[in-house]
């Protein structure tokens, strides 16, 4: 992206973790986001500061292997798994990981968002599998889901949060906000005692519009 973009992006990704913040999506120091500026240029968010409160300054800039080019601060103690999936997905140029209630209790659970029961699940955001527990901040993550963020822009990361990649910060965002929702609706309908899943007739029609329509 050109320089003139770099405090735009960097407007936006406060503006992400304020709105991760306010959501209830992270407390305290938890979470952290990222954006590629360049091809080996990545904008992070420091360890140990509420995604609520960042400020410009306090941003860092680190190169594709890691090392810190710009920044008072330590980039995030994530970065690892950041660095793996625009690594494994050179079209996704944003990451937001976040620890969203009622996602992260499925990730507890050990349940996955893989069955479609909502039409917006296919139209916007397709399945999300659950990872293997890794312990985080260790190369355990990006191991974890190395093969996953292959096949899907989110994962749930076992006993841990979400993480939403997306081709810019904005989108990232919004796929985390839509697997919390169903994360949401999925558990409310459970203690219903069923949920009806969409029929794979019901599931093919839908991609076949989100494949025309080019909705991801």
Same mark, same amino acid.
């Given at each position: 992206?050109?320089?003139?973009?770099?405090?735009?992006?960097?407007?936006?990704?406060?503006?992400?973790?304020?709105?991760?913040?306010?959501?209830?999506?992270?407390?305290?120091?938890?979470?952290?986001?990222?954006?590629?500026?360049?091809?080996?240029?990545?904008?992070?968010?420091?360890?140990?500061?509420?995604?609520?409160?960042?400020?410009?300054?306090?941003?860092?800039?680190?190169?594709?292997?890691?090392?810190?080019?710009?920044?008072?601060?330590?980039?995030?103690?994530?970065?690892?798994?950041?660095?793996?999936?625009?690594?494994?997905?050179?079209?996704?140029?944003?990451?937001?990981?976040?620890?969203?209630?009622?996602?992260?209790? $499925?990730?507890?659970?050990?349940?996955?968002? *893989?069955? =479609? &029961?909502?039409? %917006?699940? #296919?139209?916007? @955001?397709?399945?999300?599998?659950?990872?293997?527990?890794?312990?985080?901040?260790?190369?355990?993550?990006?191991?974890?889901?190395?093969?996953?963020?292959?096949?899907?822009?989110?994962?749930?990361?076992?006993?841990?949060?979400? $993480?939403?990649?997306?081709?810019?910060?904005? *989108?990232? =965002? &919004?796929?985390? %906000?839509? #697997?919390?929702? @169903?994360?949401?609706?999925?558990?409310?309908?459970?203690?219903?005692?069923?949920?009806?899943?969409?029929?794979?007739?019901?599931?093919?029609?839908?991609?076949?519009?989100?494949?025309?329509?080019?909705?991801?």
């Amino acid at each position: 992206m050109p320089k003139e973009t770099y405090p735009l992006l960097r407007k936006e990704l406060i503006r992400v973790g304020k709105l991760l913040y306010q959501k209830n999506f992270v407390v305290a120091a938890e979470g952290n986001i990222s954006v590629k500026l360049e091809k080996d240029k990545i904008l992070v968010t420091p360890s140990g500061l509420n995604k609520g409160f960042l400020s410009e300054k306090g941003l860092v800039i680190v190169d594709s292997k890691g090392q810190k080019l710009s920044g008072f601060l330590n980039p995030s103690s994530e970065l690892k798994m950041h660095l793996s999936v625009y690594k494994k997905r050179p079209d996704l140029r944003a990451v937001v990981h976040a620890h969203p209630p009622f996602a992260t209790a $499925l990730t507890v659970a050990g349940e996955s968002l *893989e069955r =479609f &029961f909502l039409p %917006e699940a #296919v139209l916007s @955001l397709g399945k999300v599998p659950l990872s293997s527990y890794a312990t985080p901040t260790t190369a355990e993550v990006p191991a974890a889901i190395e093969n996953l963020i292959t096949q899907s822009d989110t994962i749930l990361l076992k006993n841990h949060g979400v $993480l939403a990649g997306g081709k810019s910060l904005w *989108e990232a =965002f &919004f796929k985390m %906000e839509m #697997v919390e929702k @169903l994360a949401q609706i999925y558990l409310i309908a459970k203690s219903f005692g069923k949920i009806v899943y969409l029929t794979p007739q019901q599931v093919k029609e839908l991609e076949e519009i989100r494949a025309a329509s080019q909705v991801k």
